[in-house]
């Protein structure tokens, strides 16, 4: 055996034992008579030590030696200590070596290898590997890896096959671009990275698979935002004969079963809003609905009474912030600059203070006397303490910038708690939506949702209205997952391809192979694919999924540590036959 335990499994009942450890050094004390070392792995750490007089001088001056990120292999006695190290489960026992091995040395770490690094985040990336020899990091790897094992045990448990599907295939349609694979045998052809296995899985519905699923990465050329990678991990799933009921009631299922598993919460049913509501009361397809403060219409109350902003705008709406009548003048002013700001895109900010005195103030007296205060107040259902914060104009925009300022009215207040989880699911999605640019209409989900069956008869008359039997998943305002029930029947398909620009030839060229697949024989069928990298990162209460991804990329896309992407030789180019414009 070249060990014969780990760093982390040694205790006192283990005292006067034999023992062979291997692992990294992660501290050196040398106080000369005695010297202690550190030695970790992915398990923990446990101390060795070594006293003059007692080791053997040729032992004590490998030791010595030694540097941090040295490996090494240790054989000595397992020893109760006299200091003993409350804080570490191994902290009662130390080993007295009485071997000792260096496997490799190690260079100058270029950051420190502990829980809380010197090294920024570029030195991390380029290093992964040393950074993922950190606790924090590594623990996030074991959470992914409990998921992913949970992930499957649910959907074999509720009788799902796990089939994978090609990664070198042809355009999906989803809304982003495709990474594309030049085809060396097929000049001037190529294969694209799926953006997720959408079309396949369909096929494997006709096939008759009944219950899908796959824990797959998926591929999008999208523009860097914050937090996306060009792949990620979807847990990709698809069902026959379902309704969206079923569809929905299946996967809290495998969400609750998560939460119950991994983290030991029970969670309560899952609350259903729809996506006009969501729009309506939260100004956002994702509400966080860890905390209230819905949105409150007060345009028909707030027009006509000369203030030129409400009176031209679309909508006067806005938030009641609890007990915030108290706000300083400086802290509603830095509200309404936040709401100016460009990314958020609001024109100003009308605040009414209920004071604790029962007397309304508002940044609008000119215009709205003590009455008209009290109607909006009764509205709002304020009592007295409470802030009203109002914004006006275009209803969309108005509302998302609503949004913004309500987001962050939660987290100033505290009301969005990590570790609080409030998933909801938002359902009636719009079929389409209208792309100013293009002047045409999108899919909202993607091209093979189908219509809620009460509103085909729209797609001619009014597309806009057409509502989908599709659905999201939110959890504390992300979108964790969507789905929908799909289009099984050729003319639909073929509708929904003509309501969104294709010509019939075009169709044919991109999707005539699920339009064959749907004569014969495919099952009515809808599915769902969550963000797996997301859902691991919300359940390790941390914002970005990067952290829950072994080997990320930056977030210009790139991968610094292996310095992808790079440039190809000559002859690589000629036999993919690429010319690279000069
Ligand atoms: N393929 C879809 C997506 O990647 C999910 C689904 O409709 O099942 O978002």
């Not at 209920?354 to 009290?374: H, M």
């Not at 209409?441 to 009014?462: C, G, I, Q, R, Y």
């Not at 005539?512 to 014969?520: I, K, P, Q």
Request: hydrophobic share 40%.
């Amino acid at each position: 055996m070249f060990r014969t335990n780990t760093c982390g499994e040694l205790r006192l009942r283990d005292v006067n034992k034999e023992v062979v450890l291997c692992g990294w050094v992660q501290r050196i004390r040398d106080k000369g008579g005695m010297i202690w070392i550190d030695l970790r792995d992915r398990y923990g750490i446990t101390q060795l030590i070594f006293e003059e007089g007692k080791t053997s001088p040729e032992i004590i001056e490998i030791a010595r030696s030694l540097g941090r990120e040295y490996v090494i292999k240790a054989q000595g006695i397992v020893a109760e200590r006299v200091a003993k190290n409350p804080k570490m489960p191994t902290g009662d026992i130390e080993i007295k070596v009485q071997k000792l091995e260096t496997l490799n040395p190690s260079a100058v770490p270029p950051f420190l290898i502990e829980d809380e690094t010197d090294g920024g985040e570029d030195l991390r990336m380029k290093y992964r590997y040393l950074d993922l020899r950190r606790n924090p990091v590594r623990r996030n790897l074991e959470l992914r890896h409990q998921m992913l094992q949970k992930t499957r045990q649910y959907l074999d448990s509720q009788g799902f096959l796990e089939i994978e599907t090609p990664f070198l295939i042809k355009s999906t349609p989803e809304g982003a671009r495709d990474y594309v694979v030049p085809s060396r045998i097929h000049p001037g052809e190529f294969y694209a990275l799926p953006q997720s296995p959408q079309t396949f899985k369909q096929l494997l519905m006709v096939s008759g698979m009944d219950k899908y699923f796959q824990i797959v990465k998926c591929f999008r050329d999208e523009d860097l935002r914050a937090d996306r990678q060009p792949e990620f991990t979807q847990i990709d799933c698809e069902m026959s004969f379902v309704t969206q009921n079923d569809v929905l009631s299946t996967f809290e299922g495998l969400i609750r079963f998560l939460f119950k598993e991994v983290k030991g919460i029970d969670m309560d049913p899952f609350p259903r809003m729809s996506y006009a509501d969501a729009i309506k009361y939260y100004g956002s397809d994702k509400p966080d609905i860890r905390f209230d403060m819905k949105f409150v219409d007060i345009t028909t109350l707030a027009e006509g009474k000369g203030f030129p902003v409400f009176d031209s705008a679309e909508i006067v709406v806005g938030i009641r912030a609890k007990g915030c009548a108290g706000y300083t003048r400086k802290q509603l002013d830095e509200l309404t600059d936040f709401v100016r700001r460009p990314q958020i895109g609001g024109k100003g900010l009308v605040y009414v203070r209920y004071n604790p005195d029962g007397t309304l103030k508002s940044s609008v007296d000119k215009y709205f006397s003590a009455e008209d205060l009290a109607a909006w107040a009764q509205k709002f259902e304020a009592q007295p303490g409470d802030l009203m914060l109002i914004m006006a104009g275009e209803t969309n925009k108005t509302r998302s910038a609503l949004n913004e300022l309500r987001l962050k009215m939660g987290a100033d207040l505290q009301l969005r708690d990590k570790n609080v989880f409030k998933p909801l699911w938002v359902i009636d999605f719009p079929l389409l939506e209208w792309d100013e640019e293009t002047q045409r209409f999108h899919a909202m989900h993607h091209p093979f949702t189908s219509p809620k069956p009460e509103d085909v008869k729209l797609l001619d008359s009014n597309p806009a209205n057409v509502r989908a039997n599709a659905y999201d998943l939110v959890i504390n305002g992300v979108e964790i997952g969507g789905g929908s029930i799909r289009i099984h029947q050729k003319d639909i398909q073929q509708k929904m391809f003509r309501t969104l620009g294709f010509t019939d030839e075009e169709a044919k060229k991109q999707f005539g192979f699920l339009m064959e697949a749907f004569e014969f024989g495919a099952p009515p069928h809808g599915g769902i694919a969550f963000g797996f990298d997301r859902l691991c990162a919300l359940f390790g209460g941390a914002d970005s999924i990067r952290d829950f991804i072994a080997f990320p990329k930056n977030n210009a896309a790139r991968d610094v540590m292996i310095d992808s992407p790079s440039t190809i030789s000559q002859a690589q180019l000629d036999e993919l036959h690429l010319a690279i414009k000069k």
